[in-house]
């Protein structure tokens, strides 16, 4: 899978877990000097607390267009040290 976002790769990666039709990157598959971190936080009540990232791209801002759960709960353990994408930012094969 990879993640892209203005025609660039951010993630790629054959190893995503897939939640909720989410594909969640290993985080040593993604990209992390174009991600910079938000203050942004939303909580989900079987997954936990999640953080964000912005996108940065040739000068571009996608902000919170990426999310990881630094502390997920037992119940999504499987997505510890994983990132998705959304916000335009296309998942695909």
């Known amino acids: 899978m990879k993640a892209i976002w203005h025609h660039e790769v951010i993630a790629?990666?054959?190893k995503t877990v897939v939640v909720e039709n989410n594909h969640?990157?290993?985080q040593e598959?993604?990209?992390m000097?174009?991600?910079s971190p938000?203050?942004?936080h939303t909580h989900?009540?079987?997954k936990g607390e999640a953080s964000y990232y912005n996108v940065t791209i040739d000068g571009k801002v996608n902000k919170d267009a990426a999310w990881y759960y630094p502390d997920p709960?037992?119940?999504a353990a499987e997505i510890k040290d994983r990132i998705a994408?959304?916000?335009?930012v296309e998942v695909t094969k």
């Open 12 to 14: 790629e990666s054959d």
């Open 24 to 26: 969640y990157f290993p």
């Open 29 to 31: 598959a993604v990209n």
């Open 33 to 35: 000097s174009l991600l």
């Open 38 to 40: 938000s203050s942004t």
């Open 44 to 46: 989900c009540p079987w």
């Open 73 to 75: 709960k037992a119940a």
């Open 85 to 88: 994408f959304w916000k335009g």
